[in-house]
């Protein structure tokens, strides 16, 4: 069973970006062959799916993410990236990835980061 481990949280201003990583401990023949993404949390919301990049980098965005966040992968470090420019008070949430296997429902999740953006 393979983990997930994000960086890249903290707190910004309104404006500002900030770029999340995800490292997959997974053979890469697997990850290559995944589905992965990022979901968010806010507070007294639900889970919801900012973004996915398939096997092939099919990407989906969330609408208001569109125009202002990338997600991107790279298959030989096993990792994947969700750049945020900017941001808005609303982005503020613990943000998770998400891989494995091909679609969502995904099996592999991180710890969650926070990301705190102020006015």
């Known amino acids: 069973q393979g983990r997930l481990v994000e960086s890249g949280g903290g707190s910004v201003q309104t404006g500002g970006s900030l770029k999340l990583s995800c490292a997959a401990s997974?053979?890469?023949?697997?990850?290559?062959?995944?589905?992965v993404g990022w979901y968010r949390q806010a507070p007294g919301k639900e889970r919801e799916l900012v973004s996915y990049?398939?096997?092939?980098?099919?990407?989906r965005y969330e609408d208001s993410a569109k125009g202002r966040f990338t997600i991107s992968r790279d298959n030989a470090k096993t990792t994947f990236y969700l750049q945020m420019n900017n941001l808005k008070t609303d982005d503020t949430a613990v943000y998770y990835c998400?891989?494995?296997?091909?679609?969502?429902?995904?099996?592999?999740w991180g710890q969650g980061t926070q990301v705190t953006v102020a006015s």
């Open positions: 998400a891989a494995c296997p091909v679609t969502p429902p995904f099996t592999l």
């Open positions: 997974i053979f890469t023949n697997i990850f290559t062959r995944c589905g």
């Open positions: 990049i398939s096997a092939t980098n099919a990407t």
